[in-house]
């Protein structure tokens, strides 16, 4: 995608990285995968206490995430091909970035991706959300079934070493993202540094996000990366039989067909399951219950009008209207990653001042002197009998301005749309289409 910045501005990524040495912080030494000892500035906040976020608070983050979700889509929906990304991972990311913004430049960011509570409720819900989310992998699960459910959401923060950032800022992305402030040396080891950033993200991926910050996007002007990592691994709760999997035809947007493997359930089964007008919607739960794929496919011929008609109201009467149904389901395997450069849409969808001369980040220097260069974003899912596995991050660079009684047969056999949900906050974790498996 042809980027909104001048060649002269760096990258904003799904990675943000902020550097500043800042009363009331410590700086400790940490080892930091793929480099030497590298200092990292600690706020002496602790990570915040979520006794006091209510159910409301959690539910108004997340309706607000699942409508971020549907404006990002309907801007990459033009798009040719599969599609997949984590609007959690990308909104958790800006939100870090939020916390530094002022004025216009903050006014924007919060329409854009619906940050419906004020600053001093926002970062400690999300605090609260990340906390649960993860806590979701220590459910009590068969022990014999091995690592049947991993969901692992980390935040890291670079910055320039000798360079300023607010106590405050800091302060807040401690008590409220886990994060404190690793310290490279972009001026004079960009490429070391961008090296190091794309380790870390590795690493928390289980290596399945490489090199999320390409070459030369890290220049002597950067000032602060902040990134975002998300990992998941989850097993089916009813897993398809391996054997039953079969060559089958899957029909694409224009009449192609693609000879695709595609699994089958030798019996019949159980799953949340809802017919609307001009699409099928099937909800497939993985073990512990509290996670599920929503698969929602369209009749045929019918794909892109009902991606033009997808939102936040169709999207939570459809979940709401979910009711148990036995069927044989037919659902094909995949695997696919998805890059994308996010500068160009997130200034179209109405936040442009964060990407030029006039952005407003005083907050996380004091000054007006920062602005977002670029944001990567990439993500991977992998989808078979067992279960699915999905990894996407986020990085934000920053630089200097300048139901029928009869068992229903299903086969997802053409187009879909296909969401990874939180069932108790209804959080989208990741969103994508499959068009060509």
Known sequence: MNNLIDNKKSVFVLLVIFIMLLPGCTAITELVPGSSNSQ???SELPRGDVRDTTGDDLNELAAGNRAFAL??????ETSNGNLFYSPYSISSALAMTYAGAEGKTAEEMAAVFHYLQEEDRLHPTFNALDLYLEGLAEQELPEDMGDVFQLNISNAIWGQKDFHF???FLD???ANYGSGLRLLDYVLEPEKSRVTINDWISDQTEERIQDLIPQGAINSDTRLVLSNAIYFKATWLESFEESLTEDKVFHGLDGEEFMTPTMSLGSDASFPYYQGEGFQAVDLPYLGGQVSMLVLMPDQGNFMGFEESLNTEKLDQIIDDLVYQSMYLKFPKFEFETEISLVTILAQMGMPSAF???ADFSGMTGQKDLFISDVFHKAFVSVDEDGTEAAAATAVLM????APENPLHLDVNRPFLFLIRDHQTNSILFMG???EP
């Open 356 to 358: 030029s001369d006039s």
């Open 166 to 168: 607010e106590s405050d």
């Open 433 to 435: 289409r499959v068009v």
């Open 172 to 174: 807040t992305l401690a």
């Open 71 to 76: 404006d990002l889509y309907h801007r990459l």
């Open 399 to 402: 630089s200097l301005t300048s």
């Open 40 to 42: 990292v500035l600690v």
